[in-house]
Nanobody, 123 residues
Framework: QVNLVESGGGLVQPGGSLRLSCAASGSIASIDAMGWYRQAPGDEREVVARIISRGSMNYAESVKGRLTISRDNAKNTVYLQMNSLKTEETAVYYC?????????????????WGQGTQVTVSS
């Protein structure tokens, strides 16, 4: 079992900044990728940014240049620095983690989601 705990959401004015954090814990053998997704009311969940084990990063086109994903491998923690936020980016932001965990059957694949953190961009 892998548990993801997110923090850092809140209310910010347009053009403002927030920093999200997500810490993974559990019987983790290795992590292949960590990332952030978001879901606004009535919309499907969409990827915002992902970082894979070798450090390669992928961003949604709409956030390039404003949002930055980073990871602390020693802490199994991923961050999302969000600058110049827009009202349309109001959503619940979810952390995602993929990799392998230790189990009685050896190492097995896992994919876990955090509980979500609300980000509201409003004046």
């Amino acid at each position: 079992q892998v548990n993801l705990v997110e923090s850092g959401g809140g209310l910010v004015q347009p053009g403002g900044s927030l920093r999200l954090s997500c810490a993974a814990s559990g019987s983790i053998a290795s992590i292949d990728a960590m990332g952030w997704y978001r879901q606004a009311p009535g919309d499907e969940r969409e990827v915002v940014a992902r970082i894979i084990s070798r450090g390669s990063m992928n961003y949604a086109e709409s956030v390039k240049g404003r949002l930055t994903i980073s990871r602390d491998n020693a802490k199994n923690t991923v961050y999302l620095q969000m600058n110049s936020l827009k009202t349309e980016e109001t959503a619940v932001y979810y952390c995602n983690c993929e990799g392998r965990l230790y189990s009685d059957e050896g190492r097995v694949d896992f994919r876990s989601w955090g509980q979500g953190t609300q980000v509201t961009v409003s004046s």
